[in-house]
């Protein structure tokens, strides 16, 4: 482990930083799933084309610049901390990968685009289609390219080898990756659990408190046609999460220290990684009308906040092998923190204000 009096100390308390982080993380969870795990849905609908599917693919198409914006801008919150306090080991990793991290901005671009053109494509379903699938693939290709480098951050006894593998006379190339690192697909996948769970429940929100229609025949059958795919969406995340959770148990062979650290170490808190995901689909099973829809959406928001803070207790003890972040000397700094609670709550409201539009303008 690195001494940590040669590192330079942290803007803010620890506490600070891990609460921010995980709230960042949590906000930024719900916009990513629905496009992370719906975009894929909406173009199978779209291709389907059926009454509903096809209403509910051009609903969907329709919110996805939206939440992309949101997704991406609450996405900095946790990365802004990141830098903060595990910038040794961000940076090192990044360094190492940064051909990958350079490559996620044209591919944002072109995903973001590509997502666009597909929301303004409604009259023309092939070209929705077609855009709609590139959207998916860079967004997919974004989530992958970002997992290497983070789940890079942990492995702080590749580094050197890398470092002799990707260098030249003592320069990084940048060319380095961590895909042949279980931990990142286990990783990957636990995050798309979750992602189709809540894109089934925002499929769902949209249709009881955001959709309306004159004929009321219509609206209520496209009601329950959401409801039943959030069945369907839950049961699925919750198979992956379950999968996700107990990968030694379940793949019969052991995935090594970083995918244990990335996961609960006690037999409780692992349980309630999956007790979430469970009470949603139990959930599913009751009445679909507005009051489950809500709890839902609540039980699926606590998930994903414990789900942040389950990763958050992962990468702790995952940098602590290099580095103990928590023992960091601080040095706060006042101005930038009162800035920074001052621009993130009225951010905030920006957005709550945006999206209380939003939901007018859908009336």
Known sequence: MMDITTLSPVPAPFWFVQFFKITGFTLHLIPMGVWFAGLPIAVLAAVVHTKNSGLYARRMFGQFPIMMALGINFGIVPLLFLQTTYYKAFYTATILTAWHWIAVIPILIAGYYSLYIAAYSAERRGRQILFGVIASLCLITIGLLI?????????????????????YYGATLGTANNFSDTALWIRFARVFGFALITAGVWAAFDSHFLYKNSDKAAEDGYRRWTFRLL???????????????????????????????????????RFFLIAGPAAVVLLTLGKGDKRMVLLISLVQFLSLAYFAAVRQIGQNAGTALFADVAQLHVDVQWDTLIAFLISFVFGVLIIIWMLRQCALAAK
């Open 231 to 269: 069945q369907i969406l839950s049961v699925l995340g919750f198979i992956v999460i379950v999968l996700a959770a107990r990968p030694p148990m379940m793949l019969g062979y052991d995935l090594g220290e970083t995918v244990r650290m990335s996961l609960p170490r006690s037999s409780a808190a």
């Open 147 to 167: 997992s290497n480098g983070l789940t890079l951050m942990v492995r702080s006894d590749l580094w050197s080898t890398l470092m002799e593998q990707t260098g």
